[in-house]
């Protein structure tokens, strides 16, 4: 038996990044005895690079916003496939999420009245991203992490021990939620730095684990993001939605190869930067859908007229939803008029004063001059996309934030799929991290609090099979039955390299059917390699041994992403097919259902070069008409079908 320890808590939140920390406030404030454990150092998840702002519709900026609008822009950005419950807890909770977090120490920019300063971005109506500069990760994760250290200060007073009701393991890999039946019982897990196992038990277990980037290529994403919460919700039995739905930010770094795909934040162009081709045309004009074309200025005048006056002109096209600029871009470079590196170019330094552009965009400003030697204010950032978000993730109920199929499961943040439809809207990460990580953090508690019979217990076989899952590439075999002999284990290093490139050439962001099923022969191939993927050495800090096990989680996940994306045949949102090229009514109310296809759970099982993932669709509930009624007919007409208006 390899396990050394096990705790036994109440709630166990995975992942420390917004969602995270939120769920695990709101748990240990439920009264639930809560656990936090997460792969990074305490106060260094993903969360921290997010750099635009957070979401809410304070109406601070412009009197005009609220949460209706709010509401209808996510919806729009979404292309109408949003969980809608989800998209209205969002705009209804959102403020009260930013206010609280001024409440407990977070200090936002200011307008000049003392208020919280709300800055534009892609897709919203108004003014509406609270933020600290381009810094707003960085001090919403500040702000948690002190609540949480406030609220360790509270428990250590009344019991002599900081850590008897909040604690956090980090640097510490989880790498299966164990059941009892069909119950969580815990999760198995090991510290990065030595490799010991344990075992925390717990009847409720929050997935908050982020996103997936990592199995792209070029992407913005931190090295936590191998979709591990993804996986781990897979093979506990829940199912993933919508997974087709990868969000490529337009404006990534393209310049030198070494940063490719650092994220160049979208406040560029909310405060007043614009796109140009190699000729100098300010080319989003020609690029603006039908469905977008009464909201946005068909003239350079307009558009620079409505940062000074919003209330009498259109917005720029340079902020329309991500999606659109991102296939922009794509198309200016594919014609030949992309910038010398293979982007296009983002210029602030016509459009604003030097002084300006250095206080508004502090680390856009260090970013370029230190990694790419460019004087942002003085010359034109080069930009194309890279991966950015994935909008698909664990199936949800939209108010518990509880998975589906599998009692204790509750998941929060990026890994949780439906709120942001097929696109996500700028901001709207960060507040959904708030709001729905307050959510599963209740939900959680009360489910543990609420259990009347005895709690599920952790199986000691099931543990001891995680732990020999965890130690398989330590003694990977060579060569594939029937393959040569002498052959050494597989790199995981260079299978990772070749999963990146496969996912970033053949299901990236502009999809054809021959090329994704290529990626699934790909991953095929990939899977049955990954079985042999070896690692030498041993179980202290050993970095070849972490990304093997991460392979797992890639693998399944990619396979997700290429085989719903095959599956739906029209444009919308995260996902273009060339090769059906609109979106179709008729897909609006389909979702797309990943669930393992192995119930035994195991991806090692069987044979690799078989899919792993069974598809089913499934219709959408139709969205209530209260909210339905917020919107004009004649643009429900573009999205949804003949039966549902
Ligand atoms: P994270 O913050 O990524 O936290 C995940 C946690 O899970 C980490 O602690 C990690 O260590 C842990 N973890 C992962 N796997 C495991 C495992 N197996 N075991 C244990 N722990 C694990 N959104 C906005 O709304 N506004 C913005 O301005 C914005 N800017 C962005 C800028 C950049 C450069 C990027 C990349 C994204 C930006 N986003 C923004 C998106 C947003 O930052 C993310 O979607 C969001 O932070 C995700 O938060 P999360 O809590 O879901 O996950």
């Given at each position: 038996m390899s396990v050394v320890d096990r705790q036994e808590w109440d709630v166990v939140v995975v992942g420390a990044g917004g969602a995270g920390l939120r769920a695990a406030i709101e748990a240990r404030e439920r009264g639930a005895r809560t656990a936090v454990i997460c792969k990074?150092?305490?106060?260094?998840?993903?969360?921290?690079?997010?750099?635009?702002g957070i979401a809410a519709?304070?109406?601070?900026?412009?009197?005009?916003?609220?949460w209706q609008v709010h509401f209808r822009d996510t919806m729009r950005g979404g292309k109408f496939l949003n969980q809608w419950r989800m998209a209205e807890l969002h705009a209804r909770e959102a403020p009260d999420r930013v206010w609280e977090l001024e409440t407990w120490g977070a200090l936002f920019d200011r307008t000049?009245?003392?208020?919280?300063s709300q800055r534009n971005f892609g897709g919203?109506?108004?003014?509406r991203l609270a933020h600290v500069g381009d810094r707003t990760g960085l001090e919403l994760i500040r702000t948690l992490q002190q609540k949480i250290v406030a609220l360790q200060q509270e428990d250590h007073r009344e019991?002599?021990?900081?850590?008897?009701r909040l604690k956090v393991f980090q640097e510490c890999t989880v790498t299966r939620v164990l059941k009892d039946g069909s119950r969580v019982s815990g999760v198995f897990a090991y510290e990065r730095e030595s490799g010991r196992f344990f075992v925390l038990e717990a009847p409720s277990v929050v997935v908050a684990t982020g996103g997936i980037g990592?199995?792209?290529?070029?992407?913005?994403?931190?090295?936590?993001?191998?979709g591990d919460g993804h996986a781990l919700a897979l093979l506990a039995g829940a199912p993933l939605l919508n997974m087709e739905f990868v969000q490529f930010h337009p404006?990534?770094?393209?310049?030198p190869p070494s940063v490719k795909g650092i994220l160049v934040t979208e406040s560029v162009r909310g405060d007043g930067g614009v796109l140009r081709n190699s000729e100098g045309k300010r080319f989003m004009f020609d690029y603006i859908p039908d469905v977008f074309k009464e909201k946005y200025a068909e003239s350079e005048e307009e558009g620079d007229r409505w940062y000074e006056d919003p209330d009498h002109n259109r917005r720029p096209p340079?902020?329309?939803?991500r999606d659109e600029v991102a296939r922009a871009i794509n198309s200016e470079v594919k014609a030949g008029?992309?910038?010398?590196?293979g982007g296009v170019f983002l210029d602030v330094s016509t459009r604003m004063p030097a002084e300006v552009i250095r206080r508004r965009l502090p680390s856009m400003y260090h970013q370029f001059k230190e990694l790419?030697?460019?004087?942002i204010t003085a010359e034109a950032m080069e930009v194309g996309p890279t991966c950015h978000?994935?909008?698909?993730?664990i199936a949800v109920?939209?108010?518990?934030?509880a998975a589906r199929g599998v009692p204790g499961l509750f998941a929060a943040g990026e890994?949780?799929?439906?709120?942001?439809?097929?696109n996500r809207l700028g901001g709207n990460s960060l507040s959904d991290l708030l709001v729905f990580g307050r959510r599963a953090g209740l939900h959680a508690a009360e489910y543990a609090a609420g259990l009347t019979s005895a709690r599920p217990p952790v199986d000691d076989a099931e543990a001891d099979a995680a732990a020999a899952e965890a130690l398989r590439p330590f003694s990977a075999e060579g060569p594939a039955p029937g393959q040569e002999p002498g052959r050494p284990p597989e790199n995981p290093y260079t299978l990772h390299q070749e999963l990146q490139q496969a996912m970033n050439d053949l299901v990236g962001i502009i999809r054809r059917e021959g090329e994704m099923e290529q990626a699934l022969e790909r991953l095929a191939d990939l899977r049955v390699r990954a079985r042999r993927a070896g690692v030498e050495?041993?179980?202290?800090?050993n970095p070849g041994w972490h990304l093997a096990l991460d392979l797992r989680n890639m693998l399944l996940v990619s396979e997700c992403v290429a085989r719903a994306a095959l599956e739906r045949t029209e444009s919308r949102g995260g996902h273009t097919r060339e090769d059906h090229p609109e979106m179709d009514r008729?897909?609006?109310n389909v979702n797309l259902l990943c669930r393992l296809a192995?119930?035994?759970?195991?991806?090692?099982?069987?044979?690799?070069?078989?899919?792993?993932i069974t598809l089913t669709r499934e219709t959408t509930e139709p969205v209530r008409p209260d909210l339905l009624a917020l919107f004009e007919k004649e643009e429900l007409v573009k999205y949804l079908p003949e039966e549902e208006l």
């Open positions: 990074s150092l305490f106060g260094k998840a993903h969360t921290v690079m997010a750099e635009g519709a304070m109406g601070n900026v412009n009197s005009g916003d609220n000049k009245d003392g208020r919280i919203h109506e108004y003014p019991t002599g021990d900081y850590e008897s990592k199995s792209f290529k070029v992407t913005s994403n931190s090295w936590e993001y191998t404006t990534g770094m393209v310049w340079e902020l329309l939803p008029r992309g910038s010398p590196h790419a030697d460019v004087d978000y994935v909008m698909g993730g109920d939209s108010d518990t934030a890994v949780a799929g439906g709120m942001h439809g097929s050495g041993h179980r202290q800090f008729t897909w609006r192995d119930p035994v759970g195991d991806p090692a099982a069987g044979d690799p070069a078989r899919g792993q």
